[in-house]
Nanobody, 122 residues
Framework: QVQLVESGGGLVQAGGSLRLSCSVS????????MGWYRQSSGKQRELVAD???????NYADSVKGRFTISRDNAKNSVYLQMNSLKPEDTAVYYC????????????????WGKGTLVTVSS
């Protein structure tokens, strides 16, 4: 029984910043990759950034240089610092985590948060 809860979304003007947080709770043995996805109206959900258990990061080209993903393994949390926000960043942002709940199995299973809305005004 694993749950992900996002926070930090809201309304911000273009050029501003927001910091998203996601906390994972439940039966956790370890967490492999964690990431942030977003979905805008009329578009499919897309990867924004992810980070491995070894802190290797990956970013969508559209956010490189503006967003920074990080994690705190002691808190089972992942964060997304979003700077220089643009109206096109407006979307529902979803937290994702690959969670191992037992000793067996190295890949774990994917879990998703319910999303937090980020709105960037022009």
């Amino acid at each position: 029984q694993v749950q992900l809860v996002e926070s930090g979304g809201g309304l911000v003007q273009a050029g501003g910043s927001l910091r998203l947080s996601c906390s994972v709770s439940g039966s956790i043995f370890s967490i492999n990759t964690m990431g942030w996805y977003r979905q805008s109206s009329g578009k499919q959900r897309e990867l924004v950034a992810d980070i491995t258990s070894g802190s290797t990061t990956n970013y969508a080209d559209s956010v490189k240089g503006r967003f920074t993903i990080s994690r705190d393994n002691a808190k089972n949390s992942v964060y997304l610092q979003m700077n220089s926000l643009k109206p096109e960043d407006t979307a529902v942002y979803y937290c994702n985590a690959e969670v191992r709940t037992g000793l067996r199995g190295l890949t774990g299973m994917d879990y998703w948060g319910k999303g937090t809305l980020v709105t960037v005004s022009s």
